[in-house]
């Protein structure tokens, strides 16, 4: 787990270098980036950030990633403005950095990218992925937001939502075997909370040997012993979406 100097693990990972597909909006008062599918699509992926915010490319990568599946994908800043987190900065401060950029008061920016994609994508079907801080986001929208159809938790933090299993949508939850910041005990208890407490479909899957962010944060051509687990996770959130969109 880790220690207090560094209350969270999290590197930026493997930059991608990567000219993005897609192009920035306003979405009331956020910003968003959206990429959309070659055809026209009624299916649509809200895609949730890591605390490096809306503009990372390797996030912005997997936005264009599903719309190359034949999603509408939106990124939007759901720091409403508020700087990302820097590997430059001070983890000894991340605790405080974190109490202004609540994952569970995400609910404002949520119905606002609900309402752009309807009004100007023409979505109807409407699931949501997240990753890390946004992995947390994703299991409090599944909770408590009744306009979505589904959800991707990737190594979402458990911590923040320990204690509320009762999901009302499909949810799938992306956990790495060797994450410093999520136990597997941690895990093991969310899936017996959701055993007791949860009504719908669900799967919690733990992959061999990866650490956290190894879904978006490593890049394939650089790290063959996890390419496979890398392009299995990705293909498994897809076939979720898939399933339920």
Known sequence: MANESRPCPCDIGDRIDYESCGQEVQAEHIKAYVCKPPASTEKAVIVIHDIFGWQLPNTRYMADMLAAHGYTAICPDFFVGQEAWKPSNDWASFNDWLKTRNAGKI????DAVLKYLREQCGAKKIGVIGFCWGGAAVQHLMLKNPHLETGVSLYGVIRFFEDRSSLLHPTFFIFAEKDEYIPLEQVTLLEQKLKQNCKV?????????????FVHRKREDINPQDKPYIEEGRKDMINWLNKYL
């Open 201 to 213: 479909d669900y799967e919690v899957k733990i992959y061999p040997g990866q650490t956290h962010g």
């Open 107 to 110: 609910d404002k920016e949520v």
